[in-house]
């Protein structure tokens, strides 16, 4: 990690009129909240390093809050403070990562009042806010990857590079062989290119089921996909992420990844 200072060092090298720009943030600003939490217990909390390593880090000017430096043993950090470490912001929840083999019947929302969501799935897997990443339709099913994890989550939002996501599709009607090819070798829908990694019939069953590999987190693109060649489909099953599958993993049930799991999904 490269090191960020969070600008001009503090203390007794400036005189008042050099220190006021970089003026910390005043302890006495953040007294008697119940909310508040020591800056060492917040760094420690968010898995860098312990408490006692958080102070040596505070003390050589490597953590800012709200974008100013502080070297202050003590200060109490507010709901909503922005923390950064050495540049990098921190979250002080533990980082999880839960994958699900979603049923049907499950709206993929963090929002209240849609009905039964996957977040009910979810509900007990762990203390720290997750959410998932991409979508499932709520008659879709398979895997669902939750985290808090920011960088894991732009992996899968990186436009050039991506997550692939494998689907068994099942269609109305057998996929004509030019139909497939053209998915295949991509086209356009209103000027805009559609591409798919891998796309094949399912050994040993009809035309009708498709294997889907694609790297768009969206579950709307599948169907445009198949709409633009008319046809409808049936069902949707997602059964792997990269390298993830739902071996052990029983329909409507969760796992922790592996540190195996998670060093490889990193490495994408």
């Known amino acids: 990690m490269n090191r960020q ?14 220190s006021k720009p ?20 917040y760094i420690a909390n968010s898995g860098i390093c312990s408490r006692r390593e958080a102070d040596v880090h505070i003390a050589t000017g490597l953590v800012s809050v709200n974008g100013k430096v502080v070297t202050e043993m003590g200060y109490k950090v507010k709901p909503g ?4 470490y050495d540049g990098s ?3 002080p929840e533990q980082k999880a990562y839960v994958l699900l083999n979603k049923p049907k019947g499950f709206a ?6 849609k009905g039964r969501t996957v977040m009910d799935l979810v509900a007990n897997a762990t203390a720290s806010r997750i959410k998932p990443i991409g979508r499932l339709g709520r008659n879709s099913k398979g895997l669902l990857l939750f985290t808090n994890d920011t960088e894991i989550e732009n992996k899968f939002k990186n436009s050039k590079r991506g997550v692939p ?9 057998n996929l004509k062989l030019e139909d497939l090819k053209k998915i295949q070798n991509g086209f356009k829908i209103q000027d805009k290119l559609i591409t798919v990694e891998e796309i094949s019939y399912i050994e040993g069953a009809t035309k009708k089921e498709i294997g889907l590999k694609i790297k ?8 445009t996909i198949f709409e633009h060649f008319n046809y409808d489909i049936l069902s949707i099953d997602c059964v792997a992420i990269a390298h993830l599958t739902k071996k052990d993993i029983p329909r409507g049930h969760w796992k922790h990844l592996s540190k195996e799991e998670l060093s490889m999904l990193k490495m994408l």
């Open 5 to 18: 200072r969070g600008g001009k060092p503090q203390g007794k090298r400036f005189n008042k009129s050099h």
């Open 22 to 41: 970089n003026e910390q943030p005043k302890a006495s600003a953040n007294k008697g909240n119940s909310n508040e939490i020591r800056l060492n217990k």
């Open 81 to 84: 403070d922005e923390v950064r």
């Open 89 to 91: 912001r921190i979250n």
């Open 108 to 113: 993929t929302t963090t929002s209240e009042g």
């Open 165 to 173: 996501r494998l689907f068994h599709i099942e269609l109305d009607k």
């Open 216 to 223: 768009n987190t969206g579950n709307t693109i599948i169907r």
